[in-house]
């Protein structure tokens, strides 16, 4: 095992009740990089997030962050690790009962006991980090969704975890808010000396950002490799997916009949 | 056939939820000891689910008191018997109608309330992110509001007993000329603080403890998405009342069986 790698996904085998949705992943997340998961929407990649951060159990194979075997930790020991952790979600889930000053004041709050003096420093550079220092006061709903996103960021790094997870990072978001998203992405994750992963499917702006990436589709890896690479990637999957071609090995039509004995066959009578 | 089938798995859905709520309300209960850790959130939903109640709890009070009084004098009238009319008011009230209508009316203000409220949290991955940050939302988010429910209800029905009383009061002694003197004489005569209030008061902690319980679990089960937010409020309603009422008969045998 290569210790330089914070987090190890070893044939991961994972289903939701009879629907199977990973089935034998193998990742590897060197520390000190921004590594990108990409896939077509309904890939398990959310899932994949959740596996590292102990919130799901995989049916099969191992979870590893920093040297820690996830799924055998027990409650105590995974909440410590998770104090470690940053996670943005896609929705930014801030606490619609907090303003943004709280919002990132709360795993401080919730985990510190430092003075109401250096809670406030550290929320103020947090917010600054992400441009947001004048925003402090406003309630969640007064924000936009790319704000929102930030103060996110914002409360993630509260507690200098370790790495961060994004999970969509830009979905739905004008391009000057991508820009700034991207923007952060990597600049937090070198100034801070972080482990970033992300979850996404917009392939021109984490190919710009990412180290390395990963591509899965249907519980599987199906390529990875840095961004240059990947894109000479034999796979026609991966070539139709980066490129965003509509047909392909993922056809544009969805499984149907015959087209001319659909419309012109014995069932058009009735 | 089909039928039977559907029976089954109806059943064993139900009996699957059942076993989920009470090992839930297990790990709420042994997360109750830390609000007293947290006063300042705890207090905040003694706010919002005990005292934002008081209002319809008042309201319907009073029209529920005065009915009585109307209703009751009518009866009693023609026994002769309208001096009793404090007594009967006053017994109605404090050992059914004030624990059982504050716990349905409580379903339909706070309950629900509630579910929506702690559902929308988890469409929102507020839980999720929550959990992530390694804060217990069990403790930080259901406990506070599952206590403060737990609270409110009994306080709610005293006060719903106490303003029917004066409900009863203002329409009998006021309106229709009882005696006053005699309708709180009777009242203070017949009602007995332990086999009437204590047992009235038993019932009402029964009835918060359980409205309070499905609330918090339904919000906490809810499937997130808006739909799943919208079935879980109305189950809440719904639940507690049959809940409710189905409590309210096997604690008035007990209570006043022989």
Known sequence: MDVDDLVILEDVHFSHGSRRILTGIDIRIPRGSVTTIMGPSGTGKTTLLRLIGGQLRPDAGRVVVDGHEVPALAREALFELRKRMGMMFQSGALFNDLNVFENVAFPLREHTRLPESMIRDLVLMKLHAVGLRGARDLMTSELSGGMARRVALARAIALDPMMIMYDEPFTGQDPITVGVIMQLIRRLNDALGLTSIIVSHDVAEVSAISDYLYVISEGRVLDHGPPEALSRSSSQWVQQFLQGRPDGPIPFHYPAPDYAEDLLGPERAS | ?258
């Open chain 2, 1 to 258: 056939m089909n039928a039977l089938v559907r029976l089954g798995a109806w059943s064993l859905n139900g009996l699957r939820r059942l076993g989920r709520g009470f090992r839930f309300l297990l790990q709420v209960i042994w997360r109750l000891p830390g609000v007293v850790m947290q006063p300042r959130l705890f207090t905040a939903q003694l706010y919002s689910v005990g005292v934002l109640t008081t209002q319809i709890i008042a309201v319907s009070a009073l029209s529920v008191g005065m009915v009585l009084g109307l209703q009751g004098y009518n009866t009693l009238v023609d026994f002769n018997a309208e001096a009793s009319l404090g007594q009967m008011v006053a017994l109605s009230l404090v050992r059914e109608l004030g624990p059982v209508l504050t716990a349905l009316l409580f379903a339909g203000r706070a309950g629900s309330a509630l579910t929506a409220e702690i559902g929308l949290m988890k469409v929102t991955e507020q839980i999720s992110a929550m959990e992530m940050m390694a804060v217990d939302p069990l403790r930080r988010v259901v406990a506070p509001r599952f206590l403060a429910g737990v609270i409110s209800v009994p306080l709610l029905a005293a006060l719903f007993s106490a303003i029917g009383v004066l409900g009863g009061y203002l329409a009998g002694v006021g309106l229709l000329g009882v005696d006053g003197g005699a309708y709180w004489s009777q009242m203070q005569a017949k009602v007995d603080f332990y086999e009437d209030i204590v047992n009235g008061v038993i019932k009402s902690m029964v009835f918060g403890f359980v409205a309070s319980w499905i609330a918090v679990f339904e919000g906490y089960d809810a499937v997130p998405t808006t739909e799943g937010v919208s079935r879980a409020t109305t189950r809440t309603v719904v639940h507690t009342a049959f809940a409710v009422l189905a409590l309210d008969f096997v604690l008035t045998a007990i209570m006043f069986g022989d």
